[in-house]
């Protein structure tokens, strides 16, 4: 069992950064490949970002050369680093663990979620 805590969200101006985590608790963190959502109002949920147990990583194209994602496994966390905010990057933001990396895109292929933080860009 895992237990993931998404922190760091919060209102920002266009243009602004904000640094989320996910602390996760229970064994075998290192071992999960872990992924980032978003799901704004009216929409579906998205897939935002995946980082391999190993440091591999995948983005959504829309978020690349802004968005980093990176953990630390001695810290049982991974973070969302967000730069260059835009409107549309608002949204409810998830953690969440997979053991499958050809399924990190997908939602359904994860086992563990997080309740989410909420993270909104004004213009």
């Known amino acids: 069992q895992v237990q993931l805590v998404e922190s760091g969200g919060g209102l920002v101006q266009a243009g602004g950064s904000l640094r989320l985590s996910c602390a996760a608790s229970g064994r075998s963190f290192s071992s999960y490949n872990m992924g980032w959502f978003r799901q704004a109002p009216g929409k579906e949920r998205e897939f935002v970002a995946a980082i391999k147990w190993i440091d591999s990583t995948l983005y959504e194209n829309s978020v690349k050369g802004r968005f980093t994602i990176s953990r630390d496994n001695a810290k049982n966390t991974v973070y969302l680093q967000m730069n260059s905010l835009k409107p549309e990057d608002t949204a409810v933001y998830y953690c969440?663990?997979?053991?499958?990396?050809?399924?990190?895109?997908?939602?359904?292929?994860?086992?563990?979620w997080g309740q989410g933080t909420q993270v909104t860009v004004s213009s």
């Open positions: 969440a663990a997979n053991r499958k990396w050809s399924d990190v895109r997908s939602g359904g292929g994860y086992d563990y």
